[in-house]
C-alpha cells in the first residue's frame, strides 16, 4: 500500500527513527478523520515486520512480507470493535504479545479506534505500554485524542497529523478519478479527502454532487428547480444538507462579503438546531431553509 503523499515525509521520519532504534514502543496517531492515519500506520507495521527495511518501507520480499501481503502475518495483531473496546479484547491482543516474534522480529499491535477503548481495557493497556516486552510496539490511532485517558497519553510518542492542503487533496481525488473536485466539495467533508472519495464511492442518492447540481440550479432561478422539490427529495437527509447548505454560504460569505450569504448562513445554523429534534417535520425546515437561496 503506498502511503498517502501527504504523509511521506512523516512516513520517512518515522522509519527513518525506527532504523536507527530511536522509535518510540507506544504510538499514538492523531488528527481528523478522513486524512488516512489507519494507512500510514499499516504502512509503518509493514515496516516494522519486514526483514529488511530500508527508509523506503518494507522491501516487500522477505517472508515477513509475503506473509503479511496474504494478511496472516503472526505477529501482526489488529484490536478491532464495533462500539466499544473492551477489557477482554485489549487483554486478548496483550496476550498474543506476550510470547517471543513467531518470526522472530516484531511484533505489532494497532490499535484503530483507540478512543472507544473502556477505562477498564485502557487501564489494561497501561501495563504494556509501561513495560513492552521485547520487539514489541503499540500503534493507537484516534480522531479524539480529548477521550483518551491522560495515563494512556503520557505513555505515547504523539504524532500529530495535519490535514492535507487544498492542492495535496485535489491532486488526490482527481488521481482518483473525482474530476470535478472543488474547493467547495472538499470544505463540505472537512477538508479531508478520504471522506469526500468515500462519500462520492458510495452509490447512495445523496452525493455532493447531486446536492451541488440542485443548489447550483436553485441559486440560477432555474425555473425546473424549486426548493419544494429539492425538500421532498433531500427531506431523509435534512441534516446533511443543512451542514452542507452552512458550508456554501459560509464560503460565499467568505468570497463576497454580502450580507445575503450572511442570513443563509444564520438561517442554516437556525436549521441544523433544529433538525435535531426529533419529530420535527424536515420537509419542512428544510423548504424554509431552502427557499432562502431561491432566486
Ligand atoms: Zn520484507
Known amino acids: ?11 520517512t521520519s518515522l522509519i527513518s527513527r525506527y532504523l536507527a532504534k530511536k522509535l518510540h514502543h507506544g504510538l499514538l496517531l492523531t488528527g481528523v478523520s478522513g486524512i488516512g492515519k489507519n494507512q500510514l500506520a499499516l504502512g509503518l507495521s509493514n515496516t516494522l515486520l519486514c526483514k529488511h527495511p530500508s527508509v523506503d518501507g518494507p522491501c516487500e520480499q522477505c517472508q515477513s512480507c509475503h506473509l503479511r501481503q496474504a494478511g496472516n502475518h503472526p505477529d501482526f495483531h489488529i484490536l478491532e470493535s464495533e462500539k466499544q473496546l473492551g477489557v477482554d479484547k485489549i487483554r486478548e491482543g496483550i496476550a498474543k504479545l506476550s510470547g517471543t516474534a513467531q518470526m522472530g522480529g516484531n511484533k505489532v499491535l494497532l490499535i484503530p479506534k483507540a478512543d472507544t477503548m473502556t477505562e477498564a481495557a485502557a487501564n489494561a493497556l497501561l501495563k504494556t505500554l509501561e513495560e513492552p516486552t521485547n520487539n514489541t510496539f503499540l500503534l493507537l490511532i484516534t480522531d479524539s485524542v480529548n477521550k483518551l485517558m491522560p495515563t494512556i497519553l503520557s505513555r505515547c510518542e504523539r504524532q500529530v497529523l495535519s490535514l492535507p492542503s487544498v492542492s495535496e487533496s485535489l491532486n488526490y481525488l482527481k488521481a482518483k478519478g473525482v474530476e470535478d473536485a472543488s474547493d467547495a466539495l472538499l470544505a ?26 440542485g443548489m447550483q440550479a436553485l441559486l440560477a432561478g432555474d425555473a425546473n428547480v424549486q426548493a419544494q422539490t429539492l425538500a421532498n427529495k433531500w427531506q431523509d437527509n435534512a441534516q446533511q444538507i443543512a451542514l452542507w447548505c452552512q458550508q456554501l454560504s459560509h464560503n460565499e460569505y467568505v468570497k463576497r462579503q454580502q450580507e445575503t450569504d450572511y442570513k443563509r448562513y444564520a438561517a442554516c445554523v437556525e436549521a441544523v438546531k433544529t433538525l435535531q429534534h426529533a419529530g420535527v417535520n424536515k420537509s419542512l425546515v428544510l423548504f424554509g431553509l431552502l427557499k432562502k437561496f431561491q432566486r
Do not use: C, I, Q
Not at 500500500?1 to 512516513?11: I, R, S
Not at 472537512?190 to 447531486?210: C, I, K, M
Open 1 to 11: 500500500m503506498p502511503v498517502l503523499p501527504w504523509f511521506t515525509a512523516t512516513y
Open 188 to 213: 463540505a467533508y472537512g477538508y479531508a479527502p478520504l471522506r469526500v472519495e468515500e462519500a462520492l464511492s458510495g452509490d447512495d442518492d445523496l452525493s455532493y454532487r447531486h446536492f451541488s447540481d
